[in-house]
């Protein structure tokens, strides 16, 4: 069983001897910089796209509320799935290699999708999620290892940029939807984007060569037996929970209670959009402090106060518990920032980053199923909006613990 250490991190390599780097990672740089921040960009739309064109996607394919079930659902699968075989990837070709072939995978997925019918639709969209959780994975370990004394400013500008970026898939594509004639031109037109961070990235990792990022490791190392392994892994797996099931039904919430559609849509983009600045502002701030704990903590509060608010009161004021929640959501990238944190190397950054969001998706992928069978079944929004307010007390201790200075 792993050591979790309190000492100050240094970097080793699978020998024990010390190394300032991990092999195959890329050099920092400026163009890294923009290879990362592209990356991120491309890491949300081809998920927040489909949701403003669902219905008009299912009237032109003749397709079920199954169907749409189905592929609303399958990005989490996905990201739980493919996410835990990245560091096996890494590990045999290396990271600037990996890392390409997730974004020409998310490419290819993006363009195939179009093409024909809804099982294409879904083949289509389980490889491009595929891809994006490749890189879920491996861009921690890119920002870990490449620039190392900025881990809390990188995971910020990345996280922002995840985030604006699926902002944009739900605000740009029914405009693309209505300037180039139907949802099929709408949704190829991220395919541009994910081919624009290919070919950038391809530059950015020039000379890498096949040096894997990943060192051969123990058997006995596995982080499944690491308690702080799974208080990182349930702290992202819980947020991931709530924030899913808010993407999937804080708008009808707030329609339920009088909220007209065009007003519950701008005041669910604007969750997202709050998320950006905290992002760029918090987890730098954050990443240079002992302990991340009283960060997450504090923003735990927020999404306490305006969760307990739109159960209690929706109509009474919409904007401040959208800003409220905006501002509990943004712990994500808190949940991204220790992952980094509590790890020494790059090998291990890579093992958690695959742990915790593979097994943190499976658990988001409840999320919006359950949220919906407790109103259901409750017949009404009091129930599901308690069990996000108990998840959130959960989340909020195991984030506690994971924010601690420890190694895994």
């Known amino acids: 069983m792993p050591v979790e250490s309190r000492e100050p991190a240094a970097d080793f390599d699978i020998d024990g001897a010390a190394a300032s780097r991990v092999p195959g990672v890329v050099a920092s740089g400026g163009l890294l910089a923009v290879a990362v ?9 081809a998920i927040t796209g489909i949701g403003p064109m669902l219905d008009e996607m299912r009237h032109d394919l003749g397709a079920s509320a199954v169907w749409a079930g189905v592929l609303t659902t399958l990005p989490t699968l996905c990201f739980a799935g493919a996410g835990m075989a990245a560091p096996l990837l890494a590990r045999r070709f290396g990271i600037g290699v990996a890392l390409s072939v997730g974004l020409a995978v998310l490419t290819a997925g993006l363009a195939v999708r179009v093409l024909d019918g809804p099982w294409v639709v879904l083949g289509g969209t389980l490889v491009a999620t595929a891809g994006i959780a490749l890189v879920n994975v491996l861009l921690p370990v890119v920002i870990k290892e490449s620039f ?40 190829l037109s991220w395919a541009v984007l994910a081919g624009i961070a290919l070919v950038v990235w391809a530059f950015a990792a020039r000379g890498t060569g096949k040096a894997p990022v990943v060192p051969v490791v123990e058997r006995g190392r596995s982080l499944l037996r ?32 009088g909220v007209p559609r065009a007003d519950a849509g701008l005041l669910f983009g604007l969750v997202s959009v709050i998320a950006v600045p905290i992002s760029l502002v918090v987890a730098p701030i954050a990443a240079r402090w002992r302990s991340q704990s009283p960060w ?27 800003v409220l929640i905006g501002l509990g959501m943004s712990v994500f990238s808190l949940a991204l920032t220790v992952i980094a944190l509590r790890a020494r190397t790059g090998a291990d950054t890579a093992r958690l980053s695959g742990m915790a969001q593979g097994i943190g998706y ?26 996000l307010l108990g998840l959130l007390v959960i989340q909020m201790f195991f984030g506690a613990l994971a924010g601690r200075r420890r190694f895994v």
Do not use: C, E
């Open 296 to 322: 997450i903590l504090g923003l735990g509060v927020f999404g306490l106060v305006g969760t307990a608010g739109l159960m209690l009161a929706p109509s009474w004021s919409p904007l401040l518990w959208a």
């Open 226 to 257: 690491s308690p702080l392994a799974w208080m990182v892994t349930l702290f992202f797996g819980l947020q991931a929970f709530y924030a899913y099931a808010a993407m999937g039904w804080f708008p009808q919430v707030l329609m339920d209670a």
């Open 362 to 387: 499976l658990i988001a992928a409840f999320g919006p199923f359950l949220f919906g069978l407790l109103h259901d079944v409750a017949g009404g929004w009091r129930v599901p909006l308690s069990m």
């Open 37 to 45: 921040v592209l990356t991120a960009l491309n890491l949300r739309p």
């Open 148 to 187: 190392p004394l900025r881990v809390g400013v990188m995971t910020g500008v990345y996280t922002a940029a995840l985030q604006g970026g699926g902002a944009l898939g739900s605000a740009l594509t029914p405009v693309a939807g209505d300037a180039l004639g139907g949802w099929r031109p709408a949704l």
